[in-house]
């Protein structure tokens, strides 16, 4: 079965703007996708969908052969993460801790069960520690770090992530990388990312999908950016 499988899909919000225009796209278990396009192409609606935030009842997406509309909240949670590129939006508590264990708790997980998964989150994106520090006084890189914890606690299969590495420091962002592709090489997950970062394109993307309201190109880094003189 296909992690995601997206079938001709369209929506438009309410005000009447199309943001996606008969959008395909299938993504293998274990693939690493980046989907680029300038600001407004849909990056950010598209995955609103991804995460059941928004439906459609014009196409299809499926994560690992069902329908996202058919599933129940806490199996979507299980299957996709969704990283936002603001990770204010993320964090909420008053602590990193909370912000971690805020994921598992709402599974049901018992506390032992959330306190082990909290540990290991933290230590995957380097913020081991941080238990106790205070998310809005953290940096901007430290709360990205924060936001992508938030979400592995869930240790969802299909990894998400909005523009991970835009606006932070070259320290930051190499480590952003480097735990994404360990993510995927060492635990299989599967990750979709949009980001406009041309240079961090061959590192995080097995293949490419370039968006602009519908898809407009697809293929390898190579295929989409070498240049046909
Ligand atoms: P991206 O993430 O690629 O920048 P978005 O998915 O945010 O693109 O936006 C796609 C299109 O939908 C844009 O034209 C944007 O202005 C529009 N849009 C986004 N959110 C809303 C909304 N809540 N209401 C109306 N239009 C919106
Ligand atoms: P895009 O539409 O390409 O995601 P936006 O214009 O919406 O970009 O936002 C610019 C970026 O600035 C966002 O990725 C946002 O996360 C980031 N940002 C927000 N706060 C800060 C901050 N304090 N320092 C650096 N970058 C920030």
Redesign the pocket.
Known sequence: KKAISITSLNYSYPDGTKALDDVNIEVEQGEKIVIMGP?GAGKTTLFLHLNGIIRSDDGNVKIFGSSIGDMKVEDRIKEVGVVF????DQLFMSTVYDDVAFGPLNMGLSEEEVGRRVKKALATVGLEGFEERVPHHMS?GQKKKAALAAVLSMEPRVLIL??PT??LDPKSKADLIRVINDLNRNEGVTTVIAM?DVNALADLADRVYVLNRTIVAEGTPRDIFSDPV
């Open positions: 600001n590129a603001e990770p204010d901007f909005d523009e835009a606006n406009h």
